[in-house]
């Protein structure tokens, strides 16, 4: 049984940063591709960052040169690091799993297999 579990969010200044984790259970992840998606209250959920087995990643627009994903396999646990925190960042993080061996990083949801409860991420103006 494959299980996501997010944490690190929290409330901080904008300008500041935090490191959300995502630990993955059930199986060994190095193989598959993961993401960061994010939904803000009254938005639809929005990729973030994702990183392949090969350690190839992908950011949007809105997070590329703040935010860093990286992964440690030995922990199966993926990482986001935020940095430069803005008010529009405030969102829900889920993390997520692409179990299809593709070799790149899907941008959307219908793309990932199983996904996280989320974490909150709030960023005070």
Known sequence: QVHLEESGGG???A?????LSCAAS???FRNYSMAWFRQAPGKEREFVAGISWSDYTDYADSARGR???SRDNA????YLQ???LK???TAEYYCAVDLTFYIGVVVYEAG???WGQGTQVTVAS
């Open 26 to 28: 059930g199986r060994d």
């Open 11 to 13: 409330l901080v200044q």
């Open 75 to 78: 922990k199966n646990t993926v």
């Open 67 to 69: 935010f860093t994903i």
């Open 87 to 89: 008010p529009e960042d």
């Open 82 to 84: 935020m940095n430069s």
């Open 15 to 19: 300008g500041g940063s935090l490191r």
């Open 112 to 114: 990932y297999d199983y």
